[in-house]
């Protein structure tokens, strides 16, 4: 269902960034300037809302995809905006838990209810400047896949060592945002190697 995501550049990095964080749509709609999908993964549900043909995507957009998570009881929100995100998006979206919980408050819940309807809300703002294009297409980019809990001891011990004592890669890296790597996790590259026939190495995800 990802493939019908093509429609405008937003769409299409939505489209990649499902395919590699092994995501399933569930609904997609589209109203003028934006597409709202409803994903799944495992028992996990996320909006993710993409916003085209704007310079700026500001706090209206944010505070939009906060109701529909609201709204559906989904905490998990992901915005991909075509134009620069305003400073007060961006800290909306960073606060997230905090914004909902004096937002809830104001419309008339008490702080205990609000506190439990905000707990663990969240919003990922990917960036305009996240390639419309697969990166993992393009033969200098070798395959990255994100450790499970497992893995990631197994390695570990494997090396005696500890995760940040891996070479590093940041969160904001573009294959680390495609992946939805976070802080704390492990990375794992592969490479094809005319030596070796395939070389490993892993990355350490810090903010």
């Known amino acids: 269902m990802s493939e019908s995501l093509s429609r405008t550049g937003e769409e299409k990095r939505a489209s990649i960034l499902i395919k590699y964080r092994g995501l399933s749509v569930k609904k997609i709609q589209r109203e003028a300037e934006k597409t709202i999908i409803h994903l799944s993964k495992d028992k996990d549900k996320m909006i993710m809302m993409c916003v085209s043909n704007q310079e700026t995507v500001g706090v209206v957009y944010v505070r939009e995809l906060m109701s529909l998570g609201v709204k559906e009881d989904i905490k998990r929100l992901i915005m991909v905006g075509g134009g620069r995100y305003t400073y007060s998006a961006q800290k909306m979206a960073e606060n997230a838990e905090n914004e909902l919980r004096n937002e809830l408050i104001k419309m008339g819940k008490t702080r205990e209810e609000a506190q439990q309807i905000a707990k663990n809300f969240e919003i990922e703002m990917i960036p305009s400047s996240l390639p419309s294009f697969d990166l993992f297409k393009h033969r200098l980019v070798p395959k990255h896949e994100i450790l499970s809990e497992e893995e990631k001891k ?54």
Do not use: C
């Open 154 to 207: 197994a390695i570990l011990e494997k090396y005696h060592a500890e995760p940040h004592q891996f070479p590093w890669i940041k969160m904001n890296d573009p294959v680390a945002i495609i992946l939805g790597a976070k802080p704390g996790e492990i990375v794992k590259i592969t490479r094809d190697s005319q030596t070796a026939g395939t070389y490993v190495s892993y990355r350490y995800v810090i903010k």
